[in-house]
């Protein structure tokens, strides 16, 4: 009887840790791939990433030599890489885009994110601004965080461009 119930035991828990240790090697894996990929993009402008951080599904990066950011989007439907000379950049501002839809009953209407990007202004009059697109909610899984690391790394990029 006590066999039994250790055996029923030891499934349950098996059961219960198997999903997070293979959930928590996927998020190393991708990761992975993701700095590999920033890197290989640093590597093209002769850089290499001293800082980087990474969201659901992007990678975003920083040579503070060179000073280049980086950045690395990938999910089911496109792959993005883009770099920015911050040489060339004024500054730096988190843009958010907002929708209005309308409630599940229709009764009424909510705004709700719809693009959140990092917007580059440049130094030079007659180049365009350039932006990199962090989340739109037509091709982005759900918001987990971006928001706060795209905060962030506006106030890191401007504080480089304060200092240069």
Known sequence: MD???FLITAILIAITVVPFVLMGRNGK???KQFLSSLEALAKQHKSKISQCEFGGE???GLDETSNYIFFYQKNEDMERRQDIDLSEIMDCQLVKTKKTVRNGNGSGKQEEL???ELS???IAQNKPNKRIEFY???QSAPL???LELMDKW???INARLSVN
Do not use: R
């Open 154 to 156: 506006s106030k890191i």
């Open 136 to 138: 739109n909610s037509d």
């Open 29 to 31: 894996k991708k990761k």
């Open 58 to 60: 992007f990678a975003i």
């Open 144 to 146: 987990s965080g971006e």
């Open 3 to 5: 066999s039994s119930i």
């Open 114 to 116: 719809d693009k959140l």
């Open 120 to 122: 580059f202004s440049c």
